[in-house]
């Protein structure tokens, strides 16, 4: 049976990261931080109100991350999907990242959820209806394929439409559940899908990951201006966070026709694009998606766009686009997916004799 996220359920939600003090008052411009080895001693703290507070608080790492590591030890790489502008198809890429690992069999692939109140990826990967099995105190991702599983907050919603109202301690509860408790196995990839912008998700991801090992984070982006503002403070983010880059992808990079295959700029890349950004960020550029509708139906039907349309322009980006993330982390790109799982052979389908769903 599948844990409710209402009484009674054996976690204490609630619980932060750590012991946070209760302040006072706002923390002032150059505070170390009430969770800082400093807190309530550095110069900043003269005359802050909080300063008797925090220099008593509980400090040092989580003492759960010692038995996160030992229980992700068995995961030999760990990548963040993260994106400043929501929007952007980031949970969709993350779908499609994983299905294109999966195409090689030899590979086993998971993907955790972190958009908690946004949860989209067990609609996009077809396991709306399931749910989490507990075995003692462990939790059993669901499973998507025989070498791709997904863990979410919706397998937990008593209702699909219910809404998740929670503030940050407790959606950091949760993801501590998730990479405590949860029984992954041997993975060789762990996509960990996270909401838009930089907030209390992304803060509690990386700090319990560090000591585990994160290979990086992909960026993810759409060609205007709009989009590329956010995902610089994304960067931002990486950078005093500690957090690798491996590169950014240009999702919805371009329009394609099914039909004729013609490319149109539905949003026209004013500044250069998510390519003139890594360039001057410095930063890999993983490759460009074109926009495909059958992308959103796929998703829609929770159906692989890999096993549907293998030879359409966006797969043929999507596998260059898996290949390029794993050799940013140092991996052979003919061990991440094989040049024979690159070749298909062109097929005429006979439309009246098509049996899929979009």
């Not at 302040?23 to 110069?43: I, N, R, T």
């Not at 990486?238 to 999702?251: Q, S, T, Y």
């Not at 495909?292 to 139906?297: C, E, K, L, W």
Request: glycine letters at 8%.
């Amino acid at each position: 049976m599948a844990p409710s996220l209402e009484e009674p359920v054996p976690i204490d939600m609630d619980a932060p990261l750590k012991a946070a003090p209760k302040l006072v008052a706002p923390e002032p411009e150059h505070c170390p931080g009430p969770e800082s080895q400093k807190a309530g001693q550095s110069s900043a703290c003269a005359g802050c109100p909080n300063q008797s507070i925090c220099a008593s608080a509980p400090k040092g790492p989580d003492p759960d991350i010692p038995l996160i590591t030992s229980r992700l030890s068995t995961i030999r790489h760990k990548i963040l999907v993260l994106s400043g502008k929501g929007g952007v198809g980031k949970s969709t890429f993350t779908t499609m990242l994983a299905h294109g690992f999966a195409t090689n069999p030899a590979s086993q692939v998971g993907i955790m959820d972190t958009d908690i109140c946004g949860p989209s990826i067990p609609k996009m990967m077809g396991v709306e209806a399931e749910q989490v099995h507990i075995s003692g105190s462990e939790w059993s991702p669901v499973s998507v394929a025989d070498n791709l599983a997904v863990m979410s907050v919706q397998f937990m919603l008593p209702n699909r439409d219910d809404a998740v109202i929670w503030r940050g301690p407790k959606k950091n509860g949760l993801i501590k559940q998730f990479l405590k408790d949860v029984e992954w196995g041997d993975l060789d990839y762990l996509l960990v899908d996270t909401p838009p912008g930089t907030s209390d998700e992304h803060l509690s991801v990386n700090s319990l990951l560090k000591e585990s090992g994160v290979d990086g984070a992909v960026l993810v982006t759409t060609p205007q201006e709009v989009a590329l503002l956010d995902v610089r403070k994304e960067i931002d983010f990486c950078a005093k966070a500690g957090i690798r880059i491996l590169g950014v992808v240009e999702n919805m990079s371009g329009f394609v026709c099914p039909k004729c295959a013609h490319r149109s700029q539905i949003f026209r890349p004013s500044t250069g694009g998510a390519r003139r950004m890594a360039k001057d960020a410095g930063i890999p550029f993983l490759g460009a998606v074109p926009l495909d509708p059958r992308i959103g139906m796929a998703c829609d039907y929770g159906e692989s766009f890999f096993d549907a349309y293998p030879d359409s322009p966006a797969c043929v980006a999507l596998r260059d686009v898996v290949r390029r993330v794993g050799e940013e982390m140092g991996l052979n790109p003919d061990d991440v997916l094989p040049e024979e799982l690159l070749e298909h052979e062109d097929m005429e389908v006979d439309p009246g004799q098509d049996n899929r769903r979009f």
